[in-house]
């Protein structure tokens, strides 16, 4: 997985416009505007787009990272996870946690593999 560049400044950007903060701001400095709303400076507005910049690219490090690990399903074929899955979805068992979750990651393996 590359880094691409252009995806992370676009959810940084997403992200910062979602920010309220971006927008405007209560000022808390002494005088007769004390805690009415404002708008942003462009300065405050370049920290809120720094802050989320940051995120973003630690948000697509992690990706990366988890992208890395292999699965340990990666080695059990494809029709022996169909029928584990429906195996579990058959059973009578009530589905706990534990097996629904099981079957998550089942699913979420056959996707992969789909896709």
């Known amino acids: 997985m590359g880094i691409d560049r252009a995806a992370i400044l676009r959810r940084a950007w997403a992200w ?7 927008t405007w701001v209560y000022d808390w400095t002494p005088g ?3 805690g009415q709303r404002r708008a942003t400076t462009a300065a405050e507005r370049r ?4 802050k989320h910049l940051r995120a973003a690219w630690a948000n697509h490090k992690a990706a990366v ?6 699965s340990p399903l990666a080695l059990v ?3 022996d996870l169909r ?6 979805e058959n059973s ?3 589905l706990g946690w534990a097996r629904q979750e099981r079957i998550s990651t089942l699913r979420r393996e056959l ?5």
Do not use: G, I, M, S
């Open 65 to 70: 990272t988890r992208a890395a690990v292999p």
């Open 92 to 94: 009578d068992a009530r």
């Open 83 to 88: 029928a584990e899955v429906v195996t579990l």
């Open 111 to 115: 996707a992969q593999r789909a896709a």
């Open 77 to 79: 074929a494809t029709a």
């Open 47 to 50: 920290a809120v787009f720094a």
């Open 16 to 22: 910062a416009k979602a920010d309220a903060a971006f």
């Open 32 to 34: 007769a505007t004390y």
